[in-house]
């Protein structure tokens, strides 16, 4: 499956973005979805997943409360609703999927997106 994100781009702090992850290639509705964020010389970390119905979440701490992922099965896209962004928010966003219905923080990536800039600026 091709994933590709769009919606990064530049923001002031307190501001917000959509991101979106369109999948083609096969149907993910029975995959989980779900998105992880890199800063060069970091480690790309979890930010949060999304189970194949929609009806399981999983966030990490530090987006808890201002982050919101969903999806859309019928359009097989997912999207990440970004709001009061900080500046340490400031990272290539990727999305991914996970083969398994339902994986907390997808320990288990069987495909990746390219990537999408999101700049927080103070």
């Known amino acids: 499956v091709q994933l590709v994100e769009s919606g990064g781009g530049w923001v002031q702090a307190g501001g917000s973005l959509r991101l979106s992850c369109a999948a083609s290639g096969r149907t993910v509705s029975r995959y989980t979805m779900g998105w992880f964020r890199q800063t060069p010389g970091k480690e790309r970390e979890f930010v949060a997943a999304?189970?194949?119905?929609?009806?399981?979440?999983n966030y990490a701490d530090s987006v808890k409360g201002r982050f919101t992922i969903s999806r859309d099965n019928a359009k097989n896209t997912a999207y990440l609703q970004m709001n009061s962004l900080k500046p340490e928010d400031t990272a290539v966003y990727y999305c991914?999927?996970?083969?398994?219905?339902?994986?907390?923080?997808?320990?288990?990536?069987?495909?990746w997106g390219q990537g999408t800039q999101v700049t927080v600026s103070s």
């Open positions: 991914a999927t996970s083969p398994n219905n339902w994986d907390t923080r997808l320990r288990l990536i069987d495909s």
């Open positions: 999304i189970s194949w119905s929609g009806g399981s979440t």
